[in-house]
């Protein structure tokens, strides 16, 4: 008998079991389909064990509580269906691991008119309108309209008094993959009963990167919230990474700064996610960034400038495509910790330190353009691409044309062989050494200690965290969710993740309600005076709304 795995395709159903150093085994655990489970003792090794279900068998009722429960979006008010633009990111760039156009939509959490309520953003593709909603005292949301160049992706966004007069404003962060469309940053200003107006010279002339994510917090010290926006990848151009940069908030309006803030960023890699938290405990707010084909890395602010401490905290630099970060004192010492989120461990590639995946950037068949080419390293020092001959040939036609003349010498083929040059010498090598999603600790003497998640935090991609203490024992608890659609078409879409909570960032639960199996790009916990609900936001399709149980 055979298990059928896709057209003519299939699998034996002998199933081998190693067991490493063990010499037995007393029973073994089926678990069917249906919830029954049945055990099977081992008499002895190296033995076949037939299994057959049997209907009798008793089925052992889940008995897991539920955290979570999905109601209707409508029933609050926060009725947003995030609709994106078609982009062809291939066309342009046919050997890019995945899409730059589908990053969002992007959630905020914040209180806009200083009732003390939750008000929620989220971020429009390009060319659709963003949507503020703003919480009444019966715990329902009315949309207001924003004004603004809706050509722009909303690919984060920050609800802050920027102006310390009570209320709150807003700052948008614009980027994505669409090429030849300038962008820039937008910066509201809350006017109050006249709502809120976009400052006209608020934020200054710069030359506006494609940005990726925010971070807010008085670093300067004055009293008022300064601003760091991170640069992700410039669009056509993966993976070289776009410009980030730092604004000191002077009196409510920005300036950009002749000191040197960030200028131990610019070769940190491009950015996908930032967090501000003081890890060293001087009283000061420290910057912790993590992005693509970049380690989690942690800056501590000097007074006048943020440098590169990582080093130093006891952290060895692993290398991955981070996603998600959120600071948070999960093993309660009184200092915030970090959880990251990355590619995670259910993916086609599978860095690691002897192994790393590699990325190589260069103008390979010199027609003035740059090329992406994605890479496994072996043991023994091979380099073999990982993408097809048709794929590559079609980016760089002198590969058919000159270096091989059928597919059997392309997979005879190293990439020295295939680039006519040693690939570490291209103008761009980066390696990805570490996909899964991790805790990074505090320990003692100012150290940091990196643990992965459970199992069940690492079958997709983690872009969005939450943390709170969902079962009300006093500790903090970890929520995820993420996933990845728009892969390039030689390899699957990272699809697997349906959530995950971790109670006490450690204790997996099975059965939490917590269930979404979309393209899942942000997560945020919001509250009205009664209750308290988690918000997921899916690319190009509905938001989902989940609320927390007592």
Known sequence: MLQTAGYQSGRSAVVHFGLGELSRVDSARVIWPTGAVQT????????YYTVVYNPSYTITPKSEKKYFEEIDPGS????????????YDFKSEILLPHKQSTLGPSLEVGDINGDGLDDLFIGGASGQDAALFIQSDQGKFTQTNISGR????????AIFDADNDGD??????NGGGEEGIAKRDMYYVNKGSNGLAEHPRGIPEINWPNGSCIVHADFDGNGFQDVFVAGGAKPGTYPLADSSYFLLNEGGSFTSPESPWIADLPDAGFITSAVSTDFNQDGKPDLVIAGEWMPVSFYQNTGSS?????ASLGIEEEI??????????????????????NMGKNHKFRPSRDKPFMIYYDDYDENGSGDIVLANTYADGTCLPVRGKQCMSEQMPFISNEKVRDYGEFANSDLMNLLGKNPEESKVALAATEFSSSLFLSQRLGRFKREELPAMAQVGPVNGVCVFDVNNDG?????????KYNTEVETTRADASVGCLLLSGETTVYNSGFFTRGNVKDIELLKT??????????????MQVFRVLD
Do not use: R
């Open 40 to 47: 099977i003792e081992i008499e002895e090794l190296n033995k």
């Open 76 to 87: 609050l008010g926060l009725t947003f269906t995030h609709k994106e633009n078609i982009c």
């Open 150 to 157: 809706k050509e722009w992706e909303n690919l984060d966004a």
């Open 168 to 173: 709150g404003d807003l700052y948008l962060v």
């Open 306 to 310: 943020f440098k590169n401490v990582t």
């Open 320 to 341: 991955g495509w981070w996603y998600s970060l959120k600071a948070a004192d999960i093993n309660q010492d009184g200092i915030e910790d970090i959880i990251a989120g």
């Open 475 to 483: 500790k903090l608890d970890i929520l995820t969710a993420g996933n």
């Open 529 to 542: 005076a009664t209750e308290t609900f988690v918000l997921v936001a899916n690319n190009n399709s509905k």
